[in-house]
T-cell receptor, first 109, second 116 residues
Framework: KNEVEQSPQNLTAQEGEFITINCSYS?????LHWLQQHPGGGIVSLFM???GKKKHGRLIATINIQEKHSSLHITASHPRDSAVYIC???????????FGGGTRLMVKP | GAGVSQSPRYKVAKRGQDVALRCDPI?????LFWYQQALGQGPEFLTY????????KSGLPSDRFFAERPEGSVSTLKIQRTQQEDSAVYLC??????????????FGPGTRLTVT
């Protein structure tokens, strides 16, 4: 079973700061997902990546397959970025996702 | 088009009652997943369907949990004789690809189940 660890668990930042959330996993995967969850439960998929780097607006996700590590970066953070960010590893046997515990981000104005 | 929908959004059940949670995936999506999310934790896998076939039910916590997707579209997660530890948000997700296809998963809003 894959073990997926995220850090930090909680993060408070000032508006405009550069934010990094880290995710590590223990066994090989087919893809790594980054998800955003707002209060009330709705989950939105931000990225799915299996190599390299992806960028969407102020969000950047990177993955290092050899080191089994991924990072999510938010540039010029804004209070509306406040949410829980979850990484999830899709295993090689199928699409089953193993989730990290989430990083609760609060961006203060 | 419409996303993944789930109903009911909130359910309060007395301990021992049976409940049924419904998921309507995005039309045409082959794969459907159920996850359980306890308060303050990340979701955990329950079961996976490819079309109408339940290919993985390794995450179902007990035989009180049963899921079906008889026509390969709508799915129902049933919990019999609910217990307090079943209180959680139940999330459904669907994706376009089948097994071994790392497609993006689209999540529904979840059903928050509270067992009293």
């Amino acid at each position: 079973k894959n073990e997926v660890e995220q850090s930090p668990q909680n993060l408070t930042a000032q508006e405009g700061e550069f934010i990094t959330i880290n995710c590590s996993y223990s066994v090989g995967i087919s893809a790594l997902h980054w998800l955003q969850q707002h209060p009330g439960g709705g989950i939105v998929s931000l990225f799915m990546l299996s190599s390299g780097k992806k960028k969407h607006g102020r969000l950047i996700a990177t993955i290092n397959i050899q080191e089994k590590h991924s990072s999510l970066h938010i540039t010029a953070s804004h209070p509306r970025d406040s949410a829980v960010y979850i990484c999830a590893a899709a295993d090689n046997a199928g699409n089953m996702l193993t989730f990290g515990g989430g990083t609760r981000l609060m961006v203060k104005p | 088009g419409a996303g993944v929908s789930q109903s009911p959004r909130y359910k309060v059940a007395k301990r021992g009652q049976d409940v049924a949670l419904r998921c309507d995936p995005i039309s045409g999506h082959v794969s459907l997943f159920w996850y359980q999310q306890a308060l303050g934790q990340g979701p955990e896998f329950l079961t996976y369907f490819q079309n109408e076939a339940q290919l993985d039910k390794s995450g179902l916590p007990s035989d009180r949990f049963f899921a079906e997707r008889p026509e390969g579209s709508v799915s129902t997660l049933k919990i019999q004789r609910t217990q307090q530890e079943d209180s959680a948000v139940y999330l459904c997700a669907s994706s376009l690809g089948g097994r071994r296809d790392p497609y993006e998963q689209y999540f529904g809003p979840g059903t928050r189940l509270t067992v009293t």
